[in-house]
RNA sequence: GGCCCCGUAGCUCAACUGGAUAGAGCAUCCGCCUUCUAAGCGGACGGUUGCAGGUUCGAGCCCUGCCGGGGUCGCCA
């Protein structure tokens, strides 16, 4: 069943229609201030022009034939005021009506894309040998919510991790290993192998060696150019090498998957970096031939510029800089390998969109890429969409680093989040008389409540400032908040089932109750334009709004003191529906709703 | 200098893609617990949407030019 804007969008169209116009202009969204009624048609005035008729006069022939068209007790008013505005409001019983329907519904109001498409989401990044850190988690958290809306919503949805796990940085870590240990059979050159099966490194080893030969690698020439034999080495197949990284690879995988069943998110692929490795000499072998690959200052690379301008040296540059896709050294660039990784996702998985969802500073690495693939045939721009987001900064402005100017660990930062909200709670007295384990479930989904929205509840495109009081204050547009009124509702239907309360037919007649219907009607509409501008905030705020709701509703519509059973029985059909669409909101969300808090 | 993003209440952010009197949260102030979890609810205060033009019935949103902030500009990813 469409929402109240569909069916009203389905009138008005119908009308426009009648007048000889373009239904389009029927468009019925939520009125964005109260005392105009509850959703507002503004199509009359843009129709007027074609129409050669003033606007006020088409406004009042729609709501004349939306009147007299409308199934009977659908609509208490249609009104036409200002230039041209028709002011709908919905009568109690309609709202009733979509109430129950909502309740009934397994999708708790939502509708279907109606065009079901395959997509594939790209997000974390992470990669081998380095710990994750805040810089991870927007991609994360926000990858993970666009994949679950869109798949949702119907779309057919693969997340690939993305693992960072060839290059130069493979090169480097092999040079260190060999520098600690070269009596290696890794580094023999004689032996072929087999190798051991028992990791020559832990994770702390590699988290050890990394930060010192990457620093070294910008300031010794001889490290640097050892590096880029051994990673050379190693993308062309050398046993020992291959051995040795893929322990490396194991090795950060397994703490990686910790880190991540810690934020509720998971993966359809880990596919690798090294996944598009074979891809890429047929490649390149195919752009040289058909003339689209270019030897520029010993590099090869695809132009993609559209025309020249100047630059600031007075001499002539393209206003996109070319992709370089074999670097002097003969190796491939993290600009081939999403290349030929669009080239493997086409053959694979054959989708219809890819989306890349990575930090807003690599905006024009991504329209590179982008616009090779496109000029390559592999695979149309329009079906590529970057999808950036602003660093997370700290309180100075600027992106967050710990205390020391280090860069904050994102293990450690879930410590510090959980333990924040540890100490909230015991200080609220909040939980005091559930067991520990389950204080300390209630504990971390507090945090990662707090940690998640406080993200998602910003469009993504903008840097926001990191502030874990903030996040923690409970009061507020806050995660425990969204949290705290789905727990509410848990303990009604708890203490209710408890007392034998039915649930029965909503009834509609207090104004909060009317008010939470209609946020309820907008769980759909939310649903589809969170997937179309893949804006995960706008999930966030319907979420927000729907408890603001409820919690207006909790406070002036009793439920199980209610005397009158009608009252009671339809109060608690609303309060089902509300918590299972909070529930989805905040599933989409990547939110888990703790039993009690 | 080229390309891209951002300037909205004291602070953090929205505004359904051009609609009416620009909305929330925090902070400040005033009311609400003998009623289902007060981490709550109701109300007040708070604005020349960076500036100046333009497009039109109508602009925070589109165009132009300034001012201010950020990002990025081939062999790391």
Same mark, same amino acid.
């Given at each position: 069943m469409d929402d109240l804007a569909r069916q009203l969008t389905t009138l008005c169209s119908a009308a426009f229609a009648a007048l000889g116009l373009d239904s389009g202009h029927g468009a019925v969204r939520r009125s964005d201030r109260a005392g105009n009624g509850d959703f507002q048609c503004n199509g009359a005035m843009p129709a007027a022009r074609s129409a050669g008729r /003033? /606007?006020? *006069?088409? =406004?009042? =022939?729609?709501? =004349?034939? !939306?009147?007299?068209? =409308?199934? /009977? *007790?659908?609509?208490?008013?249609?009104?036409?005021a200002g230039p041209g505005f028709i002011n709908l409001v919905p009568t109690h019983g309609a709202l009733a009506g979509r109430a129950a329907a909502i309740a009934a519904d397994p999708r708790a109001g939502a509708g279907l894309a109606s065009q079901p498409l395959r997509v594939v989401i790209d997000y974390a990044g992470p990669n081998v040998a380095k710990p994750m850190h805040v810089g991870h988690l927007r991609s994360t958290i926000i990858g993970d919510s666009l994949k679950r809306m869109l798949r949702f919503a119907g779309h057919t949805v693969w997340g690939d991790a993305h693992f960072g796990d060839w290059g130069y940085q493979m090169g480097l870590l092999i040079v260190a290993v060999a520098d600690e240990q070269p009596h290696l059979p890794y580094f023999d050159d004689a032996h072929q192998g087999p190798f051991p099966d028992t990791p020559p490194v832990t994770l702390a080893d590699l988290e050890r060696l990394y930060p010192v030969y990457s620093a070294r690698g910008k300031s010794e020439e001889g490290l640097r150019e050892r590096a880029r034999r051994a990673t050379r080495a190693l993308q062309d197949g050398r046993p020992g090498h291959r051995a040795l990284w893929r322990h490396f690879v194991a090795v950060s995988r397994t703490a990686l998957e910790r880190e991540f069943a810690n934020l509720g998110v998971t993966f359809d692929f880990w596919k690798g970096e090294s996944d598009a490795d074979p891809l890429i000499a047929g490649m390149v072998a195919d752009l040289e031939a058909r003339g689209l690959l270019v030897d520029d200052a010993g590099a090869r690379v695809v132009f993609v510029h559209d025309r020249m301008v100047? +630059?600031?040296? #007075? @001499?002539? #540059? $393209? *206003?996109? $800089?070319?992709?370089? !896709?074999?670097? @002097?050294? #003969?190796?491939a660039m993290y600009g081939t390998t999403d290349l030929a990784t669009i080239l493997d996702r086409v053959r694979s998985l054959a989708p219809d969109l890819m989306l890349y969802c990575v930090d807003q500073r690599q905006a024009d690495h991504f329209e590179q890429v982008f616009r090779a693939a496109d000029r390559a045939g592999y695979f149309a721009r329009a079906g590529l969409e970057h999808i950036g987001f602003g660093t997370m900064n700290g309180k100075d402005g600027k992106p967050f680093k710990t205390r020391e100017g280090g860069v904050l660990k994102l293990a450690d930062l879930i410590d510090m989040v959980r333990e924040r909200a540890r100490? +909230?709670?015991d200080e609220a007295g909040m939980a005091a008389d559930l067991p520990q384990a389950e204080r300390a479930t209630i504990a971390h989904r507090v945090g990662i409540a707090a940690l998640k929205f406080a993200d998602l509840q910003n469009f993504r495109g903008t840097s926001y400032v990191f502030d874990l009081d903030r996040f923690l204050a409970f009061e507020g547009k806050t995660g425990p908040y969204l949290l705290y009124a789905a727990v509410r509702i848990r303990s009604i239907l708890r203490k209710a089932a408890e007392a034998g309360h039915a649930a029965g037919p909503p009834v509609i007649a207090h104004e909060a109750e009317r008010a939470l219907v209609l946020a309820l009607d907008g769980f759909s509409r939310a649903l589809m334009a969170a997937c179309d501008q893949r804006a995960p905030h706008i999930m966030a705020e319907h979420a927000y709004g729907l408890a603001s709701a409820f919690s207006g509703f909790y406070a002036a519509c009793p439920i199980l003191p209610e005397p009158d059973a009608a009252v009671r029985e339809g109060r608690l059909t609303l309060a089902t529906a509300t918590l299972a669409?909070?529930?989805r909101a905040l599933d989409l969300l990547g939110i888990d709703v703790p039993d009690r808090m």
């Open positions: /003033p /606007p006020r *006069d088409l =406004a009042e =022939a729609v709501a =004349a034939h !939306v009147r007299t068209h =409308a199934p /009977p *007790d659908l609509l208490a008013s249609v009104e036409v100047p +630059k600031k040296d #007075g @001499s002539e #540059g $393209p *206003d996109v $800089p070319p992709l370089l !896709v074999v670097s @002097s050294e #003969g190796s100490t +909230k709670l669409q909070l529930e």
